[in-house]
C-alpha cells in the first residue's frame, strides 16, 4: 500500500513509519513498474492542505493519474490542536463526498520527531483498513 502526500508536509512519511506501506512522495505510483496499486492521499487540515488534496483528486478524476490505481481515500492529518474552524469542515465535507475520509487527530509526537507512546484510535482504524486493503464504512 502506498501513501501519496497531497502537499510537502502531509504526513505520509509518519504514517508509513507508524502503520506501514510505502510512503510514495508527491507523485501517484506506476502500478506498471512493480509500485504499489492501493493508495492513500494524505494531506493536513489546513486550508492549503485541503486545497491540494482537492487538485490532486481533480487530476485523478481526470484521468492524470496512472491506469490500475485503488484509492482507498484520503487521510487528513490535524494540522494543529484543537478543534477545527467551520470553513475548513466544510471544505472537508466536500471531499467526503467524493471519498472515504480518514481523519487522525494531532500528535504531538510527530511534530519533534518521536514515536507516540500509544496509536489514537483513527490510527487503529486506518491499520486496520492499510492491512486488509479496504474495510466498509466511509468515514473513520
Do not use: C, F
Not at 502506498?2 to 510512503?23: F, R
Not at 509500485?35 to 481526470?62: F, I, K, Q
Not at 520527531?113 to 487503529?124: A, E, I, N, S, V
Amino acid at each position: 500500500m502506498g501513501w501519496v502526500k497531497a502537499h510537502g508536509g502531509a504526513g505520509a512519511t509518519s504514517l508509513a513509519e507508524s502503520l506501514g506501506g510505502v510512503d510514495i512522495g508527491a507523485r501517484w505510483p506506476e502500478p506498471s513498474r512493480g509500485e504499489p496499486r492501493r493508495v492513500m492521499l494524505v494531506g493536513r487540515t489546513s486550508a492549503h492542505g485541503l486545497r491540494s488534496v482537492s487538485r490532486a483528486l481533480g487530476a485523478m478524476n481526470d484521468g492524470k493519474a496512472p491506469q490500475g490505481l485503488d484509492l482507498l481515500g484520503v487521510v487528513l492529518v490535524a494540522d494543529a490542536p484543537g478543534r477545527l474552524p467551520l470553513s475548513l469542515l466544510r471544505r472537508i465535507r466536500v471531499i467526503r463526498s467524493v471519498t472515504r475520509v480518514h481523519r487522525v487527530p494531532w500528535i504531538p509526537a510527530w511534530r519533534v520527531g518521536g514515536d507516540p507512546k500509544y496509536l489514537p484510535r483513527q490510527l487503529t482504524a486506518l491499520t486496520e483498513i492499510v492491512g486488509s486493503g479496504g474495510g466498509e464504512g466511509r468515514d473513520s
